[in-house]
């Protein structure tokens, strides 16, 4: 479903993606991890062209992302998209924030919308909420919501960019349960995160990556059994230790 | 020391004064400001556009009003605009323009080189994050702007929005170089057909100082309720 290849990315003189490909399958859980500043995160606002990207190419379901007659609008909206700091929009009330790309972009009715956001609100488990405004939740409730307003566009794919690591411990796992359930129904999603247990439980494959380059691609097994590089070792070692 | 002034002439001219001058002052303020805030966000969004010559054209625009002194810029309005009027017409003679039509073109056009930089400072408050989940949903760049960059940024800019609008509503003042019956204008008018110059003035000051600091103090308790809300 989703094909990386040979993508490199600049940022003035520094390279912040070199030379990554891999591929994600219909249905594949697969976590990103590695140091900060590995290019992580670039990499996978690269698969829905938040990023532009210099060489290579990047195929979501038979688009190319990186083709200048690509409608971009249109195919962001096919993938769901979750930021680090959740990024809802705080002028606008919880299901408003659920209703409006539904309303603008795929041009639903409004009842249509609401209907659809209540269901998806009640799922994460903040059906209560709905008349609030982002400020007025904690920030484990407002990472739930940013899933909940990505799934409502009825995506493709998810990509998660470092979920949790805004949040305090205590609400890690409330949006980590979330995420668990969207991945057992089937869902493909790429998701940057330390957390390895996430990955221990539900990832299919696990991407290490170092200065811009994918280092490892490995299944699950593999990765936790014995990863092959170094650096990724290393890596393990310290996040695993405490 | 007041045993001369008359200041019955207040009393006897209250109607004139509020009737027709106050009234045209703060439709020329209203509309001035509401058009000011159009074409100011639409200057600001050219200059945050990214694309070079549009920013260039914009830039210059704000420059040049924010450097001239605004009662010139009424004056040459108020004589030039009849003369654009014909050349966009076509047609044989100067296009007749009221003096209320020709200060409110130039207070638009004036206070947008304002209120643009107003917004542009509320549009770069916005966290990067914000345009980005928009697109990210779909959102095109006009829809980001519309539904979720510019409501944010008019909300956190409203306080200084309406201090600028308070400003506006004292340089109105200045279309009395027009002969324009505003407030002052018809402060002015009574004066000067009374004799009765001082009283009037007096009375014109402490009408601006009482309007204008009642919507200061007005603005202040916004802010402090915006800020409580975030």
Not at chain 2, 3 to 32: E, H, K, P
């Amino acid at each position: 479903m989703i094909e990386i290849s040979h993508v490199d990315k600049w940022y003035g003189g520094f390279q912040a993606l070199k030379d990554c490909t891999t591929s994600v399958a219909k249905g594949e859980v697969v976590v990103v991890c590695g140091p900060s500043g590995s290019g992580k995160s670039t990499l996978i606002k690269c698969v829905n062209a938040l990023e532009p990207f210099q060489s290579g190419q990047i195929i979501l379901d038979g688009i190319k992302v990186n083709d200048p007659k690509t409608d971009l609008p249109k195919l962001r909206a096919r993938v769901g998209m979750v930021f680090q700091h959740f990024e809802l929009f705080p002028h606008l009330k919880i299901i408003e924030n659920l209703c409006l790309a539904q309303e603008k972009v795929l041009g639903r009715s409004h009842d249509e919308a609401m209907a659809k956001g209540a269901k998806l609100l009640d799922r994460v488990g903040l059906k209560e909420q709905a008349r609030k405004y982002p400020a007025e939740l904690s920030g484990g409730q407002q990472q739930r919501v940013a899933i909940a307003r990505a799934l409502a566009m009825d995506p493709i794919a998810m990509m998660f960019d470092e979920p949790t690591s805004a949040l305090d411990p205590e609400m890690i796992s409330e949006v980590l349960d979330v995420m668990v359930d969207l991945a057992r129904e089937g869902m493909t999603m790429m998701v940057v995160t330390h957390e390895m247990g996430f990955a221990s439980k539900v990832a299919h494959r696990v991407i290490f990556m170092d200065k811009g380059e994918i280092v490892e691609d490995a299944r699950k097994t593999d990765f936790f059994g014995s990863p092959r590089s170094d650096r990724a070792q290393k890596f393990l070692s310290k996040i695993l230790s405490h | 020391m007041f045993a001369s002034f008359d200041f019955d002439v207040i009393g006897r001219s209250l109607g004139y004064l509020f009737f027709d001058g106050m009234t045209f002052t703060l439709t020329l303020t209203g509309l001035a400001a509401l058009g000011g805030l159009i074409f100011g966000t639409l200057l600001a969004l050219m200059r945050l556009s990214g694309l070079k010559l549009l920013g260039w054209i914009a830039g210059l625009y704000v420059d040049l009003m924010r450097s001239l002194p605004l009662v010139l810029v009424i004056f040459w309005f108020y004589f030039l605009v009849p003369y654009i009027g014909q050349w966009l017409t076509g047609s044989s003679r100067p296009i007749r323009v009221g003096a209320f039509t020709s200060s409110l073109v130039t207070f638009v056009m004036f206070e947008a080189a304002y209120f643009s930089e107003i917004m542009r400072a509320g549009i770069q408050s916005i966290s990067k994050g914000q345009p980005m989940a928009a697109q990210a949903l779909g959102l095109t760049y006009s829809q980001t702007m519309r539904y979720v960059v510019l409501p944010q940024a008019f909300r956190n800019m409203l306080p200084v929005l309406l201090t600028q609008t308070i400003v506006l509503f004292q340089d109105t003042s200045l279309v009395y170089v027009l002969s324009i019956p505003d407030f002052l204008g018809a402060a002015s008018k009574v004066a000067q057909r009374d004799g009765r110059l001082v009283e009037m003035y007096l009375f014109a000051a402490a009408v601006y100082f009482a309007i204008s600091c009642v919507a200061s103090f007005g603005v202040r308790r916004l802010q402090a309720r915006i800020a409580y809300v975030h």
